[in-house]
C-alpha cells in the first residue's frame, strides 16, 4: 500500500542552524501539507501546495519557513534559522484532489525537530 | 475560522467494550469534511474514518464507525469491542472547503485512551 515517507526520523541542530526536512508524498497525490505538533499539544497545520505553489498557509507559517518541490517526488520544509521554540514532531502529508475523489490527508511517520 | 472541541482529555475502558469519542465542531463552512486519526505512542498519524458533510449514511470502516449528528455538529467516533491495540491518542479534525483543494485540517486536542485487559 502506497504511503508517506518522511527523512530524516530525528534531527537534532543548534539554534539558529538551517534545517531541512524532505518528504516524498503518495505518488498520484496532488495536494501536499505540512504540519507540526509540539509535544503534548494537537497537531497545528502549517502549509498547503499544489501544482508548485502554496495554497494556503497557517500564520505560524512565517518567513523563517519555506516549502519546495525540487523533483517530481520530493517535498521539502526548510526552517531558515531555528528557535527552540521550533522543537517539535513535523509531519508531511498528502491527498488527491477534491472536488470528485477522496480527500482524505494520509500522514507520513513524521520527523522529531530537536534545537537546542 | 473553524474549531474541534474534543472534551475528554482520557478514557479507561474495559478490553471488548464498546468506546466512544466524543468530537463537536464548529464552523461555517457550508460543505467540510471530518476526519478521526489514532496516534499511537509511537507517534505516528494513522487515518481511520472519514464523514462528508452532505453524506447521508454515517461512515464506517471495520470497527470504526462515526455517529454523525449534522444538526448537533458533533462526530463522535465508536469503536466496538476495543482492543489492546486501540490505546493511543485519538484525534477528531475537520477540512473546510473554502480553499479548494488544499485546506489545512483542523485538529482537536486529542483523547488519550487506554484498554484495560
Known amino acids: 500500500e502506497p504511503e508517506v515517507t518522511q527523512t530524516p526520523s530525528h534531527q537534532v541542530t543548534q539554534m539558529g542552524q538551517e534545517v531541512i526536512l524532505r518528504c516524498v508524498p503518495i505518488s498520484n497525490h496532488l495536494y501536499f501539507y505540512w504540519y507540526r505538533q509540539i509535544l503534548g499539544q494537537k497537531v497545528e497545520f502549517l502549509v498547503s501546495f499544489y501544482n508548485n505553489e502554496i495554497s494556503e498557509k497557517s500564520e505560524i507559517f512565517d518567513d523563517q519557513f519555506s516549502v519546495e518541490r525540487p523533483d517530481g517526488s520530493n517535498f521539502t520544509l526548510k526552517i531558515r534559522s531555528t528557535k527552540l521554540e521550533d522543537s517539535a514532531m513535523y509531519f508531511c502529508?498528502?491527498?488527491?484532489?477534491?472536488?470528485?475523489?477522496?480527500?482524505?490527508?494520509?500522514f507520513g511517520p513524521g520527523t522529531r525537530l530537536l534545537v537546542l | 475560522a473553524q474549531k474541534i472541541t474534543q472534551t475528554q482529555p482520557g478514557m479507561f475502558v474495559q478490553e471488548k467494550e464498546a468506546v466512544t469519542l466524543d468530537c463537536t465542531y464548529d464552523t461555517s463552512d457550508p460543505s467540510y469534511g471530518l476526519f478521526w486519526y489514532k496516534q499511537p505512542s509511537s507517534g505516528e498519524m494513522i487515518f481511520l474514518i472519514y464523514q462528508g458533510s452532505y453524506d447521508q449514511q454515517n461512515a464506517t470502516e471495520g470497527r470504526y464507525s462515526l455517529n454523525f449528528q449534522k444538526a448537533r455538529k458533533s462526530a463522535n467516533l465508536v469503536i466496538s469491542a476495543s482492543q489492546l491495540g486501540d490505546s493511543a491518542m485519538y484525534f477528531c479534525?475537520?477540512?473546510?472547503?473554502?480553499?479548494?483543494?488544499?485546506?489545512?485540517?483542523?485538529f482537536g486536542k486529542g483523547t488519550h485512551l487506554i484498554i484495560q485487559p
Open positions: 479534525a475537520m477540512r473546510g472547503h473554502s480553499g479548494g483543494g488544499a485546506d489545512g485540517l483542523t
Open positions: 502529508a498528502s491527498s488527491q484532489p477534491y472536488p470528485g475523489t477522496e480527500e482524505t490527508q494520509y
